[in-house]
C-alpha cells in the first residue's frame, strides 16, 4: 500500500515568513513529485512538480526533494494571506496514477 | 481555467434520480480520470481511462458507471445513489501512458444526494 504523510496542521505563519511544508511517502519507486494548492470550496491547482532530487524554484515557491530519505517539501517565501490554503502532495510511480497526501492547512496571518 | 471543463457544477439529486456527469478537456491529454473528495479525506481515485481504456477501477460500487467515448470527453453515470455518496467529484487529466505526468483538475461538481 504506497502512502503520502503530511502533518495536517493548521500551519499558521506571520506574513512575510517563509511557509514550510513537509511530505513523506512509502514507495522507493516513487519517480515523480507534485504540489497542489486546493483553496476552500475549490478544486485542487497544480503549482509545483519535481523530478530530480534537489530544488526546483518558480517565483516564491521552492520544491525540495531527497529521494534517499523519501521527503519532499515545499517552500513559500514571503508568504502572502492569499497563500492560505490547503498543499496536498502527491506522488507518482512508474504507472499514470498519483497516490495524494491528506494536505496541509496554511494559514497566512496578516 | 486548466483546459478542463466539469458540467454541472452542482447537482441536487435524489436516490432514485438518474444523471450524468460531464468533463472535458482541451489540452490534448491522453488519460483523463475521476476522483471522490469528501470532508477530511484524501483524494480517492475512482477510475482512470488512458487512451480511451479503462485502466483502473478502484473498487467503486456499481451505481457510478464511467464512459470515456473519445479522450477528450469523460462521463460519470449515477443512478441509485446513497447520502454518502454525497462529495466533491473531480475530472483530471494528463499527458498518459505509463508515467505519471502532472494531472490538471477541472472544477468539479459538487454532489448532494437527498
Known amino acids: 500500500q504506497k502512502e503520502v504523510e503530511q502533518n495536517s496542521g493548521p500551519l499558521s505563519v506571520p506574513e512575510g515568513a517563509i511557509a514550510s511544508l513537509n511530505c513523506t511517502y512509502s514507495?522507493?519507486?516513487?519517480?515523480?513529485f507534485f504540489w497542489y494548492r486546493q483553496y476552500s470550496g475549490k478544486s485542487p491547482e497544480l503549482i509545483m512538480f519535481?523530478?530530480?532530487?534537489g530544488d526546483k524554484e518558480d517565483g516564491r515557491f521552492t520544491a525540495q526533494l531527497n529521494k534517499a530519505s523519501q521527503y519532499v517539501s515545499l517552500l513559500i517565501r514571503d508568504s502572502q494571506p492569499s497563500d492560505s490554503a490547503t498543499y496536498l502532495c502527491a506522488v507518482g510511480g512508474s504507472n499514470y496514477k498519483l497516490t495524494f497526501g491528506k494536505g496541509t492547512l496554511l494559514t497566512v496571518n496578516p | 481555467e486548466t483546459g478542463v471543463t466539469q458540467t454541472p457544477r452542482h447537482l441536487v439529486m435524489g436516490m432514485t434520480n438518474k444523471k450524468s456527469l460531464k468533463c472535458e478537456q482541451h489540452?490534448?491529454?491522453?488519460?483523463m480520470y475521476w476522483y471522490k473528495q469528501s470532508a477530511k479525506k484524501p483524494l480517492e481515485l475512482m477510475f482512470v481511462?488512458?487512451?480511451?481504456?479503462?485502466?483502473e477501477n478502484n473498487s467503486v460500487p456499481s451505481r457510478f458507471s464511467p464512459e470515456c467515448p473519445n479522450s477528450s470527453h469523460l462521463f460519470l453515470h449515477l443512478h441509485t445513489l446513497q447520502p454518502e455518496d454525497s462529495a466533491l467529484y473531480l475530472c483530471a487529466s494528463s499527458q498518459g501512458g505509463l508515467t505519471s505526468y502532472e494531472q490538471y483538475f477541472g472544477p468539479g461538481t459538487r454532489l448532494t444526494v437527498t
Open positions: 481511462y488512458n487512451f480511451k481504456e479503462q485502466t
Open positions: 519535481i523530478y530530480s532530487n
Open positions: 489540452l490534448g491529454h491522453n488519460a
Open positions: 514507495d522507493r519507486g516513487s519517480q515523480s
